[in-house]
T-cell receptor
Framework: QKEVEQNSGPLSVPEGAIASLNCTYS??????FFWYRQYSGKSPELIMS????GDKEDGRFTAQLNKASQYVSLLIRDSQPSDSATYLC???????????FGAGTRLFVKA | DTEVTQTPKHLVMGMTNKKSLKCEQH?????MYWYKQKAKKPPELMFV???????INESVPSRFSPECPNSSLLNLHLHALQPEDSALYLC?????????FGPGTRLTVL
């Protein structure tokens, strides 16, 4: 059973702080990794994709991938109340169309 | 056009009704997907079409019937649904591994 595990939270951080979201996956053959943001009642929005070990930065977001440890993380710097949402980690099964989603981590950013 | 559109936004239907959900994308993406999402759960894959051919059917009950009339359109035909089928139905498309979601259809089965 291919799995993607996330801490369901809620994770609460003060405004301006760094929010750190973590994800582990079971399939060593996975090649593509994604973070989606989902506001309540809305659809998931792709915010980061990462394919190789290391860090990838996009504005206030940094994705980190460690394939040896089967670990993906998302850092949100200078967190804003508008970042309050559920963050879904997603892993693409190698070579196919199937993407496995984690259960999501709820993030609350307190003003 | 860089988005996936879905209609209707909301749908309420009885268990004997037949209805259809529609999805459209004009990004030239080769793959289109249907997902079902229940409250506080992650999206669950239902079907994948690649180049207008059904590639994945995740053992979805036959009361859900997908159709891909052309490379831009994806339909999900609904018949004899159960109240437990009430959920957010999401369409997505992709050219590579990154999938882009439409806004979803909120379905309620009475």
């Amino acid at each position: 059973q291919k799995e993607v595990e996330q801490n369901s939270g809620p994770l609460s951080v003060p405004e301006g702080a760094i929010a750190s979201l973590n994800c582990t996956y079971s399939d060593r053959g996975s090649q593509s990794f994604f973070w989606y943001r989902q506001y309540s009642g809305k659809s998931p929005e792709l915010i980061m994709s990462i394919y190789s070990n290391g860090d990838k930065e996009d504005g206030r977001f940094t994705a980190q991938l460690n394939k040896a440890s089967q670990y993906v993380s998302l850092l949100i710097r200078d967190s804003q109340p508008s970042d309050s949402a559920t963050y879904l980690c997603a892993v693409n099964v190698a070579g196919g169309f199937k993407t496995i989603f984690g259960a999501g981590t709820r993030l609350f950013v307190k003003a | 056009d860089t988005e996936v559109t879905q209609t209707p936004k909301h749908l309420v239907m009885g268990m004997t009704n037949k209805k259809s959900l529609k999805c459209e994308q004009h990004m030239g993406h080769r793959a289109m997907y249907w997902y079902k999402q229940k409250a506080k759960k992650p999206p669950e894959l239902m079907f994948v079409y690649s180049y207008e051919k059904l590639s994945i059917n995740e053992s979805v009950p036959s009361r859900f019937s997908p159709e891909c009339p052309n490379s831009s359109l994806l339909n999900l035909h609904l018949h004899a649904l159960q109240p437990e089928d009430s959920a957010l139905y999401l369409c997505a498309s992709s050219q590579g591994p990154s999938q882009f979601f439409g806004p979803g259809t909120r379905l309620t089965v009475l």
